[in-house]
């Protein structure tokens, strides 16, 4: 597990923007614990939400949605 995690680490710190890290994040999580889904919700301070920036599992379409 904690090659898989330095791999993602790796992978991540390579990423050219959040977008593309994120999306490397949920992939490769989902697939190291083996689930059907993992997503990344980043607050939105200013009007007090969540806000999914990144799935992988679930519709691509919700991202930017709350």
């Known amino acids: 597990m904690l090659e898989t995690l330095r791999r993602i680490v790796q992978d991540v710190s390579a990423a050219p923007d959040l977008s593309s890290a994120l999306a490397i994040t949920v992939n490769r999580i989902r697939d190291a614990m083996n689930s059907a889904a993992c997503t990344v919700y980043l607050a939105d301070e200013d009007n ?3 806000v999914l920036m990144a ?3 679930l519709n691509p ?5 709350i």
Request: charged share 20%; proline share 0%.
């Open 48 to 50: 007090r939400e969540f």
């Open 55 to 57: 799935t992988a599992g």
């Open 61 to 65: 379409q919700a991202i930017g949605q």
